[in-house]
């Protein structure tokens, strides 16, 4: 091993190799402190070149590779299991391109969320995924995870929004799929193999991807419905009036808005009674149009509005996202929570919540449900917690039995147990439980010939 | 082969495996009478059980299987070369469901584009994938070949309009991918594996695919511009102006326009003088906005816009398209041609004809070019032909030549030299000339662990 870091430090520079605890400390948990490892060392390559050499040592070596963006995952995906070499790609940060006429960019793998987000504000563009972690998240983990948020209903999640990507497969070659192009029928699609494959199948090291007109105006309403089929109707009627406009369409529960306003210093209700159910939901137009004025009118037809504010500036907008945003941290204040991070044909929303709801009281009377999601993506984040501490250990430690009661659920309805996380090491295991012998059968036959020694993220997802 | 034409019977129904000259004359000839083949025999399994049926029978006979949709493809895709048995799709035409909430179809892969269209129309949605054979076309087709047509730059290819994929593999089991979600992040994506394979993975048997909201009102422009440069920032202050209300935007050269008005009975110039090149575009709207204001002033802003005229009825809307979509059909009329289905960077649309017209000049001077396209998705066919037939003869018979040098400037420009067409039997070669020898291993690789004994549609693609 001692030869294998030698050459690693030959290859990228001794101080870009790190081997003491202290300095490898901060790769090997993940930032909810869920996940643990070991690694024999971090190494961080500066160029897609750097990166070839290294896999390329660690599989002449058979030493396996983790790879990690900004270590964001909720599923354990980056962290090693032991004795992996970790390869950050936080140095890769680097934004190659900018193409206004194409509307594309093409970035490095390190690059954060966010600084792709602002590059394309630069240039008059918009990028449009987003999700909490952005500041830190990388976009090559946001590729390798398919990452989605808040507005995939409008735009698509991280893979929709890729045109090409370079990436090092486990061998050390590069494979450079970097094309900018909107229609390409020339062989298998090969970059949505890698995208979405939490790393088992190879690096990625750059993206192109799309980039869309800045819309010029916003609508942002606050809006109390009675239920989640409420909601999922004000969706459809909102989209049949305003077509794809809508941007955003968030539903919060009362419990998940208690939280926040409990724990969020200086959160508002933002209506004068609260509601069961609540939905948070955005227009984006251009110049010609006035989303404000759309979005009276199509709320004024509305059946199942209980109430609603619009937004009249820009700091009530960021007041009533915030709401949003911060569940997940009001949440973390409150106590460990079970979550559960669950798509189904929005049409089966409702029908989801209710079943769920139901099994969850009979099986763990007294549960909270923290339920608040992305319902026009059919996504929602379905959180289990109790009140009191010595109850909630109880409950937490029923985890396992809980994710059954749930994700039997969301199976029976068509749905996905992992919507937008990832399976990493979180559900590796359970995964097996929902898809067909024929699906993993396929899945391990890809895994075994495009990395045939294991060697690639070795203990997620497979 | 008798035993397996026998066991075919009984599993499908003897009035289903056809075998006489007659009968399986139409399945062995592409529809522009390029491709010819020989079959040992066409069957015409009607549900997804019996294609299963018909794949393992051939599989046990290690005989190969020809997957066929509306048999209207352009690169001799669907073309037997001798011996296989065709699987014809045509049988398996249903529209399984309609989800309104949550803008899904899900139907069979023999399902006519057309038919799709009018299913999703009946239910108040759009689904907008729309070519020119839509009438004939099965949606299987479409999808293994990923096809494009004129609104892509809005709503995506075939690929982007898919949710999930039935399909049955090399060795007759079948893989149930029908899933209708947005998000769903357990695994690899196997759909797009078998989306754009032109069946060389396994066949589609059906899909879930993504319907959008209905647009309610629409304006149509014809617009004299000066040259492909103009019409590129023409598209780039238009999406600037009025966003993704832009749905086609169609670029027209003044020889493709002419052969129209020769061939195509009541075709008319509609403007008064032509131009050199002419776009034709068009703005989806929802009710609240007008499309005719937002165009105008966009059109009024714009700096190399010569003339303009807006449709200002359906019956002028449509005659504007027919302009379009008759070219094709116009240049079959003129006699043959060479086509090429290019695709660049939308930004560098303007640097390719440049260059394609001057290197096609000098090496074949006196030679007419046809271009015409999707601009927007930088997608153009480049089509050649000389105007007396015996000099266009000899430019016929130099083919070869004329694609090395269209195609030697889509590659140094990071194009395609397959947009929408796909590969199949056309391009199988000449492919292997531009892909790295990194992209034709995977490629084989995949192809070899999904169908190991090279059953599926051998001699297409690879």
Same mark, same amino acid.
């Given at each position: 091993m001692?030869?294998?870091?030698?050459? =690693?430090?030959?290859?990228?520079g001794a101080?870009?190799?790190?081997?003491?605890?202290?300095?490898?400390?901060?790769?090997?948990?993940?930032?909810? #402190?869920?996940?643990?490892?070991?690694?024999?060392?971090?190494?961080? /390559?500066?160029?897609?070149e750097?990166?070839?050499q290294? +896999?390329?040592?660690?599989?002449?070596?058979?030493?396996?590779?983790?790879?990690?963006?900004?270590?964001?995952g909720?599923?354990g995906?980056?962290?090693p299991?032991?004795?992996?070499?970790?390869?950050?790609l936080a140095?890769?940060?680097?934004?190659?391109?900018?193409d206004?006429?194409?509307? %594309?960019?093409? +970035?490095?793998?390190?690059?954060?969320?966010?600084?792709?987000?602002?590059?394309?504000?630069?240039?008059?563009?918009?990028?449009?995924?987003?999700?909490?972690?952005?500041?830190?998240?990388?976009?090559?983990?946001?590729?390798?995870?398919?990452?989605? #948020?808040?507005?995939?209903l409008?735009?698509g999640?991280?893979?929709?929004?890729? =045109?090409?990507?370079?990436?090092?497969?486990?061998d050390?070659? +590069?494979?450079?799929?970097?094309?900018?192009?909107?229609?390409?029928?020339?062989?298998? $699609?090969?970059?949505?193999?890698?995208i979405?494959?939490?790393? %088992?199948?190879?690096?990625? %090291?750059?993206?192109?991807?799309?980039?869309?007109? =800045?819309?010029?105006?916003?609508?942002?309403?606050? &809006?109390?419905?009675?239920?989640?089929?409420?909601? +999922?109707?004000?969706l459809t009627?909102?989209?049949?009036?305003? #077509? $794809?406009a809508?941007?955003?369409?968030?539903?919060?529960?009362? %419990?998940?808005?208690?939280? &926040?306003?409990?724990h969020?210093?200086?959160?508002?209700?933002?209506?004068?009674?609260?509601?069961?159910?609540?939905?948070?939901?955005?227009?984006?137009?251009?110049?010609?149009?006035? /989303?404000?004025?759309?979005?009276?009118?199509?709320?004024?037809?509305?059946?199942?509005?209980?109430?609603?504010?619009? !937004?009249?500036?820009?700091?009530q907008?960021?007041?009533?996202?915030?709401?949003?945003?911060?569940?997940?941290? !009001?949440?973390?204040?409150?106590?460990?929570?079970?979550?559960?991070?669950?798509?189904?044909?929005?049409? *089966?929303? !409702?029908?989801?919540?209710?079943?769920?709801?139901?099994?969850?009281?009979?099986?763990f /009377?007294?549960?909270?449900?923290?339920?608040?999601g992305?319902?026009?993506?059919?996504?929602?984040?379905?959180?289990?917690?109790? =009140?009191l501490?010595?109850?909630?250990?109880?409950?937490?430690? *029923?985890?396992?039995?809980a994710?059954?009661?749930?994700? $039997?659920?969301v199976?029976?309805?068509?749905?996905?147990?992992?919507?937008e996380?990832?399976l #990493?090491?979180?559900?590796?295991?359970?995964?097996?439980?929902?898809?067909?012998?024929?699906?993993?059968?396929?899945?391990?036959?890809?895994k075994h010939?495009?990395?045939?020694?294991?060697?690639?993220? /070795?203990g997620?997802m497979?």
């Open positions: 001692s030869d294998l870091i030698a050459a =690693l430090r030959g290859a990228i101080t870009q190799v790190l081997t003491s605890a202290d300095d490898m400390a901060a790769y090997l948990t993940d930032w909810r #402190g869920r996940y643990q490892g070991d690694a024999l060392c971090v190494v961080r /390559p500066g160029t897609t750097e990166v070839a290294v +896999v390329h040592l660690c599989n002449e070596a058979k030493v396996a590779m983790v790879p990690q963006g900004g270590n964001t909720l599923c995906g980056a962290t299991c032991g004795g992996e070499v970790l390869i950050s140095r890769l940060n680097r934004v190659r391109a900018v206004t006429d194409n509307n %594309t960019i093409t +970035v490095e793998a390190g690059c954060t969320l966010h600084a792709v987000q602002e590059a394309a504000h630069a240039a008059g563009r918009l990028f449009p995924l987003s999700i909490a972690s952005e500041g830190s998240a990388t976009i090559g983990g946001c590729l390798s995870t398919n990452a989605g #948020g808040v507005q995939v409008r735009y999640n991280a893979r929709e929004l890729s =045109l090409g990507i370079e990436a090092v497969l486990p050390g070659r +590069v494979w450079n799929g970097l094309r900018g192009l909107r229609k390409d029928n020339t062989g298998y $699609d090969l970059k949505h193999l890698f979405g494959a939490e790393g %088992t199948l190879g690096l990625i %090291t750059a993206a192109v991807l799309k980039l869309f007109p =800045l819309p010029r105006r916003r609508a942002t309403a606050w &809006v109390a419905v009675a239920s989640p089929a409420a909601a +999922v109707s004000l009627q909102l989209r049949s009036d305003c #077509g $794809d809508v941007t955003a369409f968030e539903l919060i529960s009362a %419990t998940a808005l208690e939280l &926040v306003m409990r969020i210093p200086g959160s508002r209700q933002p209506l004068a009674a609260p509601a069961a159910w609540q939905v948070l939901l955005e227009l984006s137009e251009f110049a010609a149009n006035n /989303p404000d004025v759309e979005l009276e009118n199509s709320l004024a037809k509305a059946t199942g509005v209980q109430d609603a504010i619009l !937004a009249q500036n820009e700091s907008r960021l007041a009533l996202w915030r709401l949003r945003e911060n569940i997940s941290e !009001a949440q973390k204040i409150e106590g460990f929570s079970i979550k559960h991070d669950i798509a189904v044909p929005v049409s *089966r929303i !409702a029908e989801f919540v209710a079943a769920a709801d139901a099994a969850i009281e009979k099986h /009377p007294g549960v909270r449900v923290v339920c608040f992305h319902v026009g993506d059919g996504n929602l984040h379905y959180n289990l917690s109790m =009140l501490g010595v109850e909630n250990a109880g409950l937490i430690a *029923r985890s396992h039995e994710n059954l009661v749930v994700h $039997d659920i199976h029976s309805l068509g749905g996905s147990i992992s919507a996380h990832g #990493g090491q979180l559900k590796r295991d359970e995964i097996k439980r929902y898809k067909s012998e024929t699906e993993m059968e396929l899945m391990q036959s890809i010939v495009l990395d045939s020694h294991g060697l690639m993220n /070795p997620k497979l």
